[in-house]
């Protein structure tokens, strides 16, 4: 049997034979699998905004749904890429230390157990739940969530983790999600305990989602308060690039955004999506849509909290970001492609914009390409 090894940052996956029981109890020297070494967890980040989550811990349950730990640590991951210093830590602990055997029959090494867990080390615990997870939480687990110094934490939950919070008492009168095969039975058992009828939702030190494609949105929506909508979006160009609508936004950002855009919006937009390299003015856009300079300005301000000038800078940065990772146009061709008179001029907006210079975001981009 050929063994496969899955990288997830911090911690260590192995597969495991496929006549293994997922409810058996294992070691990790017991495994018929290969080792990947990978980092070990890292410190914790200590200069941080007032209320920011930059510290993440996640509990791993038997069966936890791989996709959806995997779209957390992503958006985590891809953070820290962008940025030129280390925006997230994360780590991944289970009851005894040992390793998890996730959905996919791929067991991930934890970090450290529970009672090694330093609280003061973490923002927010995250419960990993999946399809084939037990319903019942563990008591060691039940206990250490009722704790009083985890209870001040951030508690967070992927799929039906939920339940475990819900068990030890954490969420009473608050709100949740959970996966819809477990809808029901949630609200069965736990009536005390808002469940909405959502994709994931994020409340006062709680937030959870209902499965995969949501964690990834759902950590998005954590760092955007304290990122900014240009740095998420750079996360989202990487990303969810499959995931786009009509206009090259991002589905997660276009979902913060009133769905429903005046058609007049909607055609200055394709104006200038369609205008990079030759850059409209708001008068000439208002013209060829048949409204005026300030009706233009009063739509962006209301629908998108912009201004247009502003969010026709932020596409052609956005176009130069695709250019810089997709193409090996040079910096002064990529420049003018996306209508700025001048390198100086777009490498200061781009840095502005992305928090990182353009030749940082190329080299980059060299270092994960196949041929790098």
Not at 87 to 105: A, E, I, K, M, Q
């Amino acid at each position: 049997m050929h063994s496969i090894g899955l990288e997830a940052a911090k911690g260590q996956w192995y597969n495991l034979p496929m006549t293994q029981d997922p409810h058996t109890q294992f070691s990790h020297t017991h495994l018929n699998a290969q080792l990947y070494p990978l980092e070990a967890a890292h410190s914790p980040v200590i200069n941080k905004q007032q209320g920011e989550l930059r510290n993440f811990c996640f509990f791993l349950q038997e069966n936890f749904s791989m996709m959806a730990l995997t779209s957390a640590l992503d958006a985590l991951r891809t953070a820290n890429l962008l940025s030129e210093k280390e925006l997230y830590t994360f780590r991944l602990v289970s009851l005894d230390g040992g390793p998890v055997c996730s959905d996919l029959g791929f067991a991930a090494m934890a970090d450290q157990s529970l009672a090694q867990l330093k609280l003061n080390h973490i923002d927010a615990l995250v419960i990993c739940g999946g399809l084939r997870v037990e319903l019942q939480a563990p008591l060691p687990l039940i206990n250490f969530l009722r704790l009083s110094d985890v209870r001040k934490k951030t508690l967070g939950s992927l799929w039906n983790g939920l339940f475990a919070l819900a068990q030890a008492g954490v969420m009473d009168g608050r709100s949740g999600v959970v996966h819809r095969e477990n809808k029901a039975s949630f609200r069965e058992r736990y009536t005390s305990v808002s469940l909405k009828d959502k994709a994931y939702i994020i409340g006062e030190h709680c937030f959870s989602c209902a499965g995969g494609n949501s964690a990834l949105d759902m950590m998005l929506e954590l760092m955007l308060v304290h990122r900014g909508k240009p740095f998420v979006r750079g996360i989202c160009d990487i990303l969810t690039c499959d995931r786009i609508n009509d206009t090259g936004e991002s589905a997660f950002l276009s979902e913060q955004i009133d769905a429903k855009l005046p058609e007049t919006l909607k055609d200055v937009i394709a104006l200038m999506e369609n205008n990079m390299e030759e850059v409209l003015s708001a008068q000439e856009m208002a013209s060829l849509v048949g409204i005026t300079r300030r009706q233009i300005e009063r739509q962006f301000q209301r629908y998108l909290a912009s201004t247009p000038t502003r969010f026709y800078l932020e596409l052609r940065l956005k176009r130069c970001h695709q250019l810089l990772t997709q193409t090996s146009l040079s910096m002064s061709d990529i420049s003018l492609a996306c209508g700025f008179v001048s390198y100086p001029h777009f490498s200061k907006c781009y840095r502005q914009y992305f928090e990182v210079t353009p030749s940082h975001t190329r080299k980059t981009s060299e270092a994960l390409s196949p041929a790098g």
